[in-house]
């Protein structure tokens, strides 16, 4: 049996494209295309009362948006969002929470001549295959742009989560060959954004600079590793087999574009430790527990255990070049794609706000699932 | 505010353990503790008409039994399952289908010594703080003797996928610090089980097994990593945003115990390519499209491309030892924890067949989604 | 213990108001409130490549508008709809299809009376509280304003649905004390729309009418019936266990604001029934087979069997009145509620589109978790 | 298009028979077969540490069990149930509840004579249609026999409420023609179990049990209607729009065996009613407040509010008679099925324990639900 698809043979099936949701008690599902009108997100389970912070909402959406700097994409859109329901005064009411992000500066004729084309490493070859039509318009939903809805619903659940005293601060450990040394340090947000690369190193920060200005006059691309850490979490957050809490934090990392790997504390270099080196010993001082090494990432048996998690999120080098690639054709003839549009050499530094925010809502998430408490 | 543990406060919360479900059109959902009656699993979603081997079924569970070669755990369990429902005279009838694996070998005193204390890296301390109530006879619903019921569901789910064509093999890669050479062969079953530590290049599984053998005998264990590879997967399979089929398997793989990284492709390393070399062409061949490479491992845009999913996943080194470890007790004294009972010196023989469980479960749920296919 | 809700007791809970989707292959997500920009709802499962007919969602939402006749609520609001995501040109792509009807005539002085106090019957106190927050202007998310959306997804449900051949038609019953005598007649849309009570029997029709007015001049109000038919429902929707076809259709009835009962088939009047008389004979022509009665409604073992469902949907008197009625304050204390605002003196006749309308989308999803077929 | 069923034109098809699970937070999922080893339900989400009286739990299957009166089956089941997983001591851990329920009085030969021949009225055709297969010994997955495992669920779940202090009695309400004159009394299980047809009043009770013997003698069957009540729930459980508290009670009793209706307080009555008669006014009698009717049985908005929760549920005449029935055989032909077997001449007072589990499952569900809680 041949599985490599025969062009035209799949054309009358229709399937739905689902799974736009995630989260169970935190909810968010997301619509809305590339070069459609705009980008929203719902999210069905908010807590009420929570007085929100739009500036809050509207940084993160700018620490994630096109245009923002020289070593990103020059689309330029403000990303200026509205409240479309779920608040009053901007307090939150329990009602599903949403917010619309309208698009401005579409160029849907820079897609032109990938109409009949799949461009390589892209989506357009298995979603034209999977559902017989294609929003060739800047990809789409399979364009990142759907990540602004992403970054916008995790800055709700920051501002959540901030009562409750956690905190999550992502940055960019590796661009291409080029690594942070090892760190102990707590870095802040403002650390991590004082370069435009959010490298909080601010040595190998020129360094990424320097490698991304090169690739991209090149037309060519890097990818790069995002080291996350959550701070404060309280012990027990995670269910104990399917649901543990790195393995739903794995599949909403690996779930952003361009995503191709997910670790959790000591990750693939823990596998070269011995046992006695790996467990990490705890130790009490007047009851309070903590352990005196964090190989396990603050996640033990699928659940949190008072110390930062820490987890790393590997991004592939984006897949749109500036230079013209072999491919083929919606009628299955061999083709060269050409290099257009405007698109980033390096998605890394635009990627460390819908990491964090990922990460907050799956927290948030697992704290109300935490909070589902029986007490007799 | 201060997130560390503080013992005894949160002992009268009462937590709901949930999550012990995986899959939306193959739904699995396992039940039973290490030292109780048994395991078993209830597969809702399973088709119907599908005529299944039981010896099939027994041989994968036979892979991940204890006690199968001298470099796992010497606890003796046949793990001879039974049907409790859902087929008749082998044949399933698409009702829910629930498979029963009996404990035999329990040895419940051998955990008498951590009843009142937290052996480093389990489960013990976020079990303990977050329910309340802890099963010590052997980590109760946290040992790894719950992948019984996975092993033996996958099994059902190879056999539907088998119909179709798609087959999955998994070997392990590397042990410690002792790897394969990179190679593209196409490893049978038969490959991989030509030794005990189920590595298809026999030189290296030589070095791999001494290498256990020597951690054994110290009282110490080992990590590694098991590559999965799925072949002849139609294209289409995976949704496109939240539920990419690589985020699902991302978090199958890192539910399983002990693991602690996944990737999909090109993975890590792939970070450190540019996109000119990353980037799969695609190529056509009388309209059978390929792509000359494959570092998306068979995945993109979240949806499965028609080449060989691969995927690679980490498991740190086992956490019980043969040694004695610094810890804590439930009073929250530091104490000294002992190294007792039957334990895997290195857990990635036993542990590829559950990834290969894992996998064929993932790709039939998606292999199901597929299928709600809706031509007017 | 007492559970009568203490007033203030509560104030500081804050729970999130969940459960605002329907359905799991083709899923609904409904957001916004009757006093806030509008109301908006997220289809995600929706086949792609279906054409859509904007003017027949306009159609079914005109049918639910307020202000359509002088015997509903007169504000007046125009329900025209925009697509926010989910179609190129009217047509589906697979993608989230999102659809959005602004708010217009709110006037929210008119619940200042409320503001304080808490209508009975309504569910003024019970949010209050639960969320210990409420939307006083219009009832927020309580409003039936909510099912603007319904309509408008299941107006898309329909038109997949239409493709397939079933064909949906609901009609008025009865109204208060007044009822359609039984028959068998196939009504039409056009049949029940041919006035304004929807009731396909003028001669009822016209003393419906007439009741609702005397009602209306009263400031009182009445409930009624609504009978539901799906035609051409092929064998084997539903599932056999807890989602039975008739359990989820009366779900998704019993959700609809003012709904107090629901019946599939006989009903409440079948349990008058002796077996003999209410078994429903199979019986077959050429291969063909039917039942020679239809007391089942077209659902056997909580699937269809190919047979018209017929189910009946109860809506109790609505809530508010034009006259002063006995209640309690926020602060506890017992006060009078005055009869202000624009409603409906019954609600029936608008409820028609609505239950059609959910009739429609458990259908589909069901037809889709149908085709969720596999073939080896 | 015709969509009667031309037999045969299905048989390739594979179903999966999904939807055996109810409940999110306290989920189950039940399996196994009237005539296979026997009927099991794995709860998940069970609360820790709850002390769970085994007695308790076998003393509602013995209301529910067959045999246990002259107007019952005879098949003769004890029913004895067994712990597969999930506790210590008969204590909840809070991992995946299993209770098996072995099958002992099998008699598969009774149903030689259906193995080609559909039942009036029973789920052999439909199950045939949809799944190419049919389990025709006592009706596999189709017979009440299931029930056995929501009896058990349900008495886990009202082991917890009952520490609520949340108490649920249901009764016969009527059994055919026969009805229950209102009452405000609150029944106690030991007045509805004080006779075998489970009607707390004693005269219509001879009444009731005389019929049932009279359509015994006769081979016939009668239906009838439950009463359930639920007393002290709090105040809050319920979700506002889908998952309204009684459309999540409505599906959950639509799916019991035989259910042909369901309504909540006043229900099809009340759609005759005005609504100034309709209201329930609420009264605040030092803070504290009721409503001076219940007419709303105990749900508005679809969140409780304090009262008791009211609902009545229809079955219909058991389908299964002791005479000759017209009906069409597995080839498409008209044929005469006989009346054999052991059945019940009426289902209502075994089904009084079922409805009162299934409401136990729903309140249970919501309480966790609503102890999401997320205080800032």
């Known amino acids: 049996m041949n599985h490599y698809f025969i062009l035209h043979s799949r054309r009358n099936k229709q399937l739905p494209m689902a799974g736009n949701s995630l989260g169970q008690l935190f909810r968010i599902t997301t619509f809305g295309e590339s070069h459609g009108p705009g980008i ?20 993160q959406l700018s620490r994630r948006r096109p ?3 020289t070593i990103t994409t020059q689309r330029d859109e ?24 309208p698009n401005k500066d579409q160029r849907s004729k820079d897609y032109d001549h990938i109409r009949k084309a799949f461009r390589p490493s892209h989506s357009d070859y298995t979603y034209q295959t999977k559902y017989g039509i294609r929003d060739v318009r800047g990809g789409g ?19 959540v989560l901030n009562h409750h005293g956690i905190d999550i601060v992502a940055y960019v450990d590796s661009v291409g060959t080029i690594s942070m040394p090892p760190s102990d340090k707590k870095w802040s947000e403002a650390d991590v954004d004082s370069n435009i690369v959010r490298c909080p190193d601010e040595t190998v920060a020129a360094e990424m600079i320097s490698a991304i200005e090169d690739v991209r006059d090149d037309g060519d691309t890097l990818g790069g590793v995002i080291t996350c850490n959550v701070r404060n979490c309280p012990v027990g957050l995670g269910e104990p087999v399917y649901d543990k809490l790195h393995a739903e934090l794995g599949k909403a990392m690996l779930s952003i574009n361009a995503c191709k790997g997910f670790e959790i504390g000591s990750g693939f270099d823990g596998t070269r430790m011995r046992g006695s080196e790996h467990n990490d010993p705890f130790t009490s001082n007047g009851g309070v527990i903590r352990t005196t090494s964090n190989h396990s990432g603050g996640v033990q048996g699928g659940i949190s255990n008072g110390m930062d998690i820490v987890c790393r999120v590997a991004f592939k080098p984006v897949s749109t070049l500036m230079k013209s690639q072999e491919s083929v054709n919606t009628e299955g003839e061999n083709v060269t ?28 998430d697992h704290l109300l699932r935490y909070r589902a408490t029986m007490p007799v």
Chains 1, 2, 3, 4 share one sequence.
């Open 40 to 59: 929203g997100v719902v999210i069905d389970g908010c807590p009420p009362q929570v007085s929100l912070d739009p500036a809050a909402i509207q940084h």
């Open 67 to 69: 245009g923002q700097s």
């Open 78 to 101: 403000s990303d200026a969002f509205e409240f479309l329901s779920g608040v009053i005064d901007n307090v939150t009411t329990g009602a599903p929470l949403t917010i619309w992000i």
């Open 141 to 159: 939903r399979s364009s990142a742009r759907e990540t602004a809805a992403r970054v916008a619903a995790g800055a709700v659940a920051r501002q």
């Open 337 to 364: 794609v050409e290099g257009k549009g405007r698109h980033d050499p390096c998605v890394v530094p635009r990627a460390v706000p819908i990491v964090e925010a990922m990460a907050a809502m799956v927290i948030l």
